[in-house]
């Protein structure tokens, strides 16, 4: 079982760790705020997110003018603290759903071609990952579930800490228009960049997939 920790800092800050390693705070949220504009200004409206963090990228698309968010969180303790004020929340809007359970068991869970985007942000990317088994999101398997729960032309954008050689390449095998955006970031006095990897299904109304 995994170690949830949301706490609020000697600084103010509110942090989420999991098994001791950080996740995120809240005083750098810019990234999680991009990924949820990145596919609104695509054109989407009914968006799963997978990873609820603290709440930021949920926020992001209800303010942007989603219809609906679906968010699948792992963890009941990040539900509960985002539900209490950690965060961005607490969120009472009846176009939010919250499900708590593997991502992967909720994108199977939806009918095909059914979202407008599917925005992953579940671990730090492919290269930095916290739990080993979330690998498996980042490859062939995951992304054609996520594909075929998109309508034409849907977006598929992936957050992660890293730009991903592999992730590219993977996500090329099954959406076009593949991008890797760096966004810029404030790190503890430092300038980094964090990154959006993103896709958009080209297949017609009907069309059982990507070529």
């Known amino acids: 079982m995994d170690e949830v920790v949301v706490r609020r800092r000697a600084d ?28 609104l200004a695509g054109g989407a409206r ?19 003018g989603a219809r609906r968010v679906v968010v699948a969180e792992l963890h009941p303790e990040v539900v509960a603290a985002v ?7 607490p ?9 708590v359970g593997d991502v992967r068991d909720v994108v199977a869970a939806q009918e095909p ?12 990317g492919p290269d ?25 032309g849907g977006q598929l954008a992936v957050w ?14 099954h959406v076009t228009d593949v991008a890797a955006t760096a966004v810029p970031v404030r790190l503890q006095g430092r300038d980094e960049h964090y990154w959006v990897l993103s896709g958009r299904v080209n297949r017609p109304a009907g069309g059982k997939g990507a070529p």
Request: glycine share 8%; aromatic share 4%.
């Open 12 to 39: 103010g800050a509110t942090e989420l760790r999991v098994n001791g390693v950080f996740v995120m705070d809240d005083l750098e949220t810019s990234s999680e705020r991009v990924l949820a504009d990145h596919v």
């Open 128 to 152: 930095f990952l916290v739990h080993p088994a979330n690998a498996a999101l980042y490859e062939d398997t995951a992304i054609a579930d996520c594909v075929r729960a998109l309508r034409p």
């Open 160 to 173: 992660s800490m890293a730009d991903s050689a592999d992730l590219r390449a993977a996500l090329s095998r």
């Open 83 to 89: 539900a209490e004020g950690a965060g961005a929340g």
């Open 91 to 99: 969120f009472d809007d009846p176009r939010l759903e919250v499900v």
């Open 113 to 124: 071609a059914s979202l407008d985007a599917i925005c992953l942000d579940v671990d730090n």
């Open 46 to 64: 009914e968006v799963l997110v997978g990873g609820l963090g603290l709440g930021f990228t949920a926020r992001a698309l209800l303010d942007g």
